[in-house]
């Protein structure tokens, strides 16, 4: 995925917090391979689209991140997709919709070692993101009939975050700051993404509910350069299980 925005307007209310508006667009391309246990059968998938929309961050203390933070963003996403079986004709379907974010959180200052100017920090957040992306019905081209569901769906997440900050002797100076961190997460959708093929339906089982444990560290290499990666561990319901490693990169200017 490749994102690019910026703030079109910040204020302050009181000298210390500090408001962002801002805009966002962007490009995402998935691939997929899946093959079937029960049949043996595989398919190639593909995603790719655009999405653009508007965020607004409020900080209670902007300087220093302290305290109380709220954040939201909204965009409207349209995708194309396009799936191949084995032995089939590949099928072409497009899908539209809106996803939605408000997040709330506190950041505990625990306090440092001046000596190696690291600080440690504890931030308690919660999370609700509304999924309202979805494709129209779709008749493949052997007349199978395909809809789609668990659009509007609510994902809620509460979460603890665990983290430090600093940087070593050799780094004093020179705009770089490191921030190793520990996150877990319970997280709750309302809706389950499934598929229904001539009134035969299957859905993706044990996401209801899930636990999730993040690893990770971001990176300040410079005033214009940020870096990021983490891996993270989920595990829900029957035998629902789901490993991510994410690597991102940020240039401002």
């Known amino acids: 995925m490749l994102q690019i925005g910026g703030?079109?307007?910040?204020?302050?209310?009181?000298?210390?917090?500090?408001?962002?508006?801002?805009?966002?667009t962007g490009y995402a391309n998935h691939q997929s391979n899946t093959r079937s246990k029960a049949s043996g059968y595989s398919s190639e998938g593909t995603v790719k689209g655009y999405h653009a929309g508007v965020?607004?961050?409020?900080?209670?203390?902007?300087?220093?991140?302290?305290?109380?933070?709220?954040?939201?963003?909204?965009?409207?996403n349209w995708f194309d997709n396009e799936v191949k079986g084995e032995s089939l004709s590949s099928e072409k379907y497009k899908s539209r919709g809106v996803t939605a974010s408000v997040e709330a959180g506190y950041t505990f200052n625990l306090g440092g070692q001046k000596a190696n100017g690291v600080t440690y920090y504890l931030?308690?957040?919660?999370?609700?993101?509304?999924?309202?992306?979805?494709?129209?019905?779709?008749?493949?081209?052997?007349?199978?009939?395909?809809?789609?569901?668990?659009?509007?769906?609510?994902?809620?997440?509460?979460?603890?975050?665990?983290?430090?900050?600093?940087?070593?002797?050799?780094?004093?100076?020179?705009?770089?700051?490191?921030?190793?961190?520990?996150?877990?997460?319970?997280?709750?959708?309302?809706?389950n993404f499934g598929v229904s093929m001539n009134n035969v339906s299957n859905e993706i089982r044990g996401t209801q509910n899930i636990g999730e444990?993040?690893?990770?560290?971001?990176?300040?290499?410079?005033?214009?350069?940020?870096?990021?990666?983490?891996?993270?561990?989920?595990?829900?319901?029957?035998?629902?299980?789901?490993?991510?490693?994410i690597l991102g990169v940020k240039y401002s200017f």
């Not at 607004?56 to 965009?75: E, M, P």
């Not at 560290?217 to 891996?231: A, F, I, T």
């Open 123 to 191: 931030q308690p957040k919660a999370q609700a993101i509304w999924m309202n992306v979805r494709a129209n019905n779709h008749t493949e081209s052997n007349g199978t009939r395909v809809s789609f569901d668990g659009d509007g769906n609510i994902q809620t997440r509460l979460g603890l975050r665990a983290y430090m900050k600093g940087h070593s002797d050799i780094d004093a100076g020179k705009d770089r700051e490191f921030e190793p961190f520990i996150e877990a997460n319970w997280i709750h959708n309302t809706n």
């Open 213 to 245: 444990l993040k690893l990770g560290v971001e990176g300040q290499l410079s005033k214009q350069v940020n870096m990021w990666g983490n891996v993270a561990q989920q595990v829900g319901d029957d035998g629902y299980s789901d490993t991510q490693l």
């Open 55 to 76: 965020y607004g961050t409020w900080y209670a203390n902007d300087s220093d991140k302290n305290g109380t933070y709220l954040d939201s963003w909204a965009i409207y």
């Open 7 to 24: 703030d079109i307007a910040q204020w302050s209310t009181d000298g210390l917090d500090r408001w962002h508006l801002g805009l966002m």
